[in-house]
């Protein structure tokens, strides 16, 4: 018999059968003992048990990542978030149209891009006239053409590149290079404690946007979040020494993610690691728009390809979805040395659905949402006509 369960400690609700109860909550980990229980009644949406999650602790110690509810950033903002992903392409106009024709991405050439060569920023759902993301918990992001410093593949947003850098070698990272500029804007390219590079933007004050294309992004109307860059998918290699370079630079909070997202037993010494880089829900999932959460999980020898975790259309069958992509170009991933989560593709329970290729060799990170999804938490939005 199918039932609506509500995770009393973090009050995560999802609808499964009676057989398929999950041993550990989907959201925070906990214990099947702390689900509420109350009968199907065709929506979760209408369900009558709710629980309140409970509230932040500031003074947790930023390098326990057992579940706790993510801290309050409005002192940083500003500083930290992550705000852009970056992939490269071989040829602009084939990643342009694999883009736009598998997951209906809106995408626009910068102002002053070469015009054989452009970067390219992507809208990959619901935005502002601004070209800022409109929905929290997704992000935009570049397609760059494969020269210059071609590893960084997201961008952290700081108020001061000079002081950020001066903190980084005795963390472990390393700095690529100290100053550059890009569209205009001041930026760094640095390493952290694992090797992972990362571009730094630097933002004084006001939030800033150089695309100007002369009209918004177009309108993502379709109750459907296919498409959706939803976080950005990492590897580590040291557990303590990561999980202190960014809680030490970047003020992030982490948990350790639940078995049902991660396929990790609990406690294990190698946990994969839910990053909070701004404000956020109880389950971690972003609370302001125009920045993303992190996965990270561990490496145990070379650290594996980063990528964005994106979703894919929950109510089409996965099948569809893959040959979609296979027929444009891309390729589906099962080597494990490629990915951690590199698999024979299922869209059963909450892990990652599959990991695909695209024609220039980026990786993403797919996923199917399972059918207990509600759609009254603020990241499900999407425009209406």
């Not at 205009?184 to 933007?201: H, M």
């Not at 993610?257 to 880089?277: F, N, R, W, Y």
């Amino acid at each position: 018999m199918k039932k609506i369960y509500t995770c009393f400690t973090c009050g995560f609700p999802f609808a499964v059968d009676e057989s398929e109860v999950p041993q550990w909550c989907p959201s925070c980990g906990a214990n099947k003992d702390q689900y509420l229980s109350e009968p199907w009644n065709g929506s979760i949406e209408t369900r009558r048990i709710h629980v309140d999650p409970p509230l932040a602790d500031n003074n947790w110690d930023p390098m326990d990542y057992s579940y706790h509810i993510a801290k309050d950033f409005a002192d940083l903002k500003g500083e930290g978030r992550i705000r852009r992903w970056i992939m490269r392409y071989d040829d602009p106009d084939v990643s342009r149209a694999f883009y736009e024709k598998v997951f209906g991405w809106d995408i626009v050439s910068t102002a002053g891009s070469d015009k054989n060569e452009p970067l390219m920023y992507c809208a990959t759902g619901p935005g502002t006239p601004d070209w800022e993301p409109r929905v929290p918990s997704f992000g935009y992001g570049y397609l760059t053409p494969k020269k210059g410093i071609s590893s960084p593949s997201f961008v952290v947003e700081v108020k001061n590149i000079k002081k950020t850098l001066e903190k980084i070698p005795a963390l472990g990272g390393r700095v690529l290079a100290a100053s550059m500029e890009i569209e205009g804007e001041t930026c760094a390219a640095v390493e952290d404690s694992e090797g992972n590079p990362f571009y730094l933007w630097e933002i004084e004050g006001t939030q800033k946007q150089a695309v100007n294309p002369g009209r918004p992004p177009k309108k993502f109307t379709a109750k459907d979040l296919h498409g959706r860059t939803r976080c950005y998918v990492m590897s580590y290699k040291e557990r303590d020494r990561f999980i202190r370079f960014y809680t030490t630079l970047f003020k992030w909070d982490m948990i350790e993610a639940p078995e049902a997202a991660s396929g990790v037993k609990p406690g294990d010494p190698h946990p994969m690691l839910i990053c909070a880089t701004g404000p956020s829900q109880p389950d971690y999932e972003g609370a302001v728009a125009g920045h993303m959460t992190m996965f990270v999980h561990h490496a145990p020898e070379e650290l594996f390809t980063p990528g964005p975790f994106m979703e894919i259309h929950m109510d089409q069958p996965l099948d569809e979805t893959l040959k979609m992509i296979t027929d444009n170009g891309g390729k589906i991933i099962t080597d494990k040395k490629r990915s951690a989560f590199a698999k024979e593709p299922t869209d059963e329970g909450w892990l990652v659905t599959a990991v695909a290729e695209d024609p220039a060799g980026n990786l993403l990170y797919l996923w199917k949402c399972p059918p207990s999804r509600t759609w009254e938490e603020p990241e499900t939005d999407y425009d209406r006509e």
